[in-house]
């Protein structure tokens, strides 16, 4: 094997390694049976929420995951695989990946890591039933701003009820002072 080949691989094996362990959300997929046309829509909606796939040799990706000292199950790499992952939102990604697979059966979900937790088809389908990150933010403002939204309201009826009351008494006075 010539010293250029061994580069190239060393060189694929730490990026690899380099995208599972930057990556909040990782998994290995099967693409076959998709269209290039197909890869390219599912890349374009990865790309769109922060994620990218790429698909590497199994032996590449299994000398990563090694080095990485993470444990996976080994029917995980084997077939044609893609490394689907993401800094972002982990629920997003596990949304598009399940939407996408209702469209076109052709992908198959292996299994994935979540900082580091194996996680297997199910758990991956389980995740992307949950509500996003921007869900769980907005929910959480809502259920802040509650309270305070109750409470003013409260305060400015009990204004407006004294408004309401010096208005009364001001006419009063005003026809008391006109007969």
Request: charged content about 30%; overall charge neutral; hydrophobic content about 40%.
């Amino acid at each position: 094997m010539s010293t250029e080949i061994k580069i190239d691989k060393s060189k694929k094996i730490e990026e690899i390694k380099s995208k599972v362990d930057t990556s909040v959300f990782s998994l290995i997929a099967d693409f076959r049976g998709l269209s290039v046309s197909e890869v390219t829509g599912l890349r374009q909606k990865l790309r769109d929420s922060g994620a990218e796939m790429t698909v590497y040799k199994n032996t590449l990706a299994r000398r990563a995951l090694q080095d990485l000292k993470i444990d996976y199950p080994a029917e995980m790499l084997i077939g044609p695989s893609a490394l689907v992952n993401t800094e972002g939102d982990p629920i997003a990604l596990a949304k598009i990946l399940v939407d996408f697979i209702k469209e076109s059966e052709a992908l198959k979900i292996k299994g994935g890591l979540l900082d580091g937790e194996n996680l297997d088809k199910e758990s991956i389908i389980q995740l992307s039933e949950l509500p996003g990150r921007d869900e769980l933010i907005a929910k959480s403002v809502a259920l802040i701003k509650s309270p305070v939204t109750n409470f003013v309201m409260i305060l400015s009826g009990q204004i407006r009820n004294l408004i309401n009351v010096m208005n009364a008494i001001k006419e009063k006075k005003q026809e008391v002072k006109n007969d």
